[in-house]
C-alpha cells in the first residue's frame, strides 16, 4: 500500500493554463505540506495543514491554492502557469509537527 | 557537506568506507532534526532523527550526531554500499510547525 500518493507523476502543460496535482495519504496523519523542488534539489516548503487549517503559508504566489476536502487529502491547484513554476512537487504527511514526514513520489511539472 | 553558491555538494566514496555527511543549521530553536535520503525520481525517505536533547543516536549502519554548541548535526554511513548513493537532506524544525531542509548533499558510492 503507498502511503502518500499523488497523481499525475507528470504533467506537461503550456503556459497560462490551469492545472491541479492530488495527493492522498492513508497514514491517518493529521499533517500534510507540499514541497517545490527545483533544478539543484533545492527542497522549499510552499504549505502546510493541519487538520484541514492551514496553518503555515510561505510566500508562495496566490495563484498557488491548496485544497483539502478532508484530512486525508491535500491537493495542488496552479493558475495561469508560468515557466518558473517548472519543478518537482512533493506532497508529504506527519503525524504531527514532531514527527517525520512521509513523502510522495513527485510530479515534475514541466510549463512549456 | 553544507552547500554553498549554486552546486550540490557531493561526496564519493569508495564501497566499503564510512561515509560522513555534514549539515550546519542556523536556528537555536531547532530541536528535532530528520535525516531524509532521496534517490533518483523518488521522494525523500525517511533515515533518521535526533532531538535536541540528545548528542547521538543509531539506527541500522547509519549514526547522527548533534553538535548544538556549533549548530552542526552529521550522519555517519558505515560500511558505504552503492544503493547508498543518493541525495542526503537534514531537516530541522522549531519554532513553525514545519520542517527546514538544507541543501543536500549528493553522494556517490563507487564499487
Known amino acids: 500500500d503507498t502511503a502518500v500518493s499523488q497523481t499525475p507523476k507528470y504533467l506537461v502543460t503550456q503556459m497560462g493554463n490551469d492545472k491541479s496535482i492530488k495527493c492522498e495519504q492513508n497514514?491517518?496523519?493529521?499533517?500534510m505540506y507540499w514541497y517545490k523542488q527545483d533544478s539543484k534539489k533545492f527542497l522549499k516548503i510552499m504549505f502546510s495543514y493541519n487538520n484541514k487549517e492551514l496553518i503555515i503559508n510561505e510566500t508562495v504566489p496566490n495563484r498557488f491554492s491548496p485544497k483539502s476536502p478532508d484530512k486525508a487529502h491535500l491537493n495542488l491547484h496552479i493558475n495561469s502557469l508560468e515557466l518558473g513554476d517548472s519543478a518537482v512537487y512533493f506532497c508529504a504527511s506527519s503525524q504531527n509537527e514532531n514527527t517525520e514526514a512521509f513523502f510522495g513520489q513527485g510530479t515534475r511539472l514541466t510549463v512549456v | 557537506g553544507e552547500s554553498v553558491g549554486l552546486h550540490l555538494p557531493t561526496l564519493s566514496v569508495q564501497e566499503g568506507d564510512n561515509s560522513i555527511i555534514n549539515c550546519a543549521y542556523s536556528?537555536?530553536?531547532?530541536?528535532?532534526f530528520i535525516w531524509y535520503k532521496q534517490e533518483s525520481g523518488k521522494g525523500p525517505q525517511f533515515i533518521i532523527d535526533i532531538r535536541s536533547n540528545m548528542d547521538k543516536r543509531q539506527g541500522q549502519r547509519v549514526t547522527v550526531l548533534l553538535n548544538k554548541t556549533v549548530k552542526h548535526l552529521s550522519l555517519q554511513i558505515a560500511a558505504t554500499q552503492p544503493g547508498d548513493s543518493a541525495v542526503y537532506f537534514c531537516?530541522?524544525?522549531?519554532?513553525?510547525?514545519?520542517?527546514?531542509f538544507g541543501r543536500g548533499t549528493s553522494l556517490i558510492v563507487h564499487p
Open positions: 536556528n537555536s530553536a531547532s530541536d528535532y
Open positions: 497514514l491517518g496523519h493529521d499533517t
Open positions: 531537516a530541522e524544525r522549531g519554532g513553525s510547525y514545519i520542517p527546514t
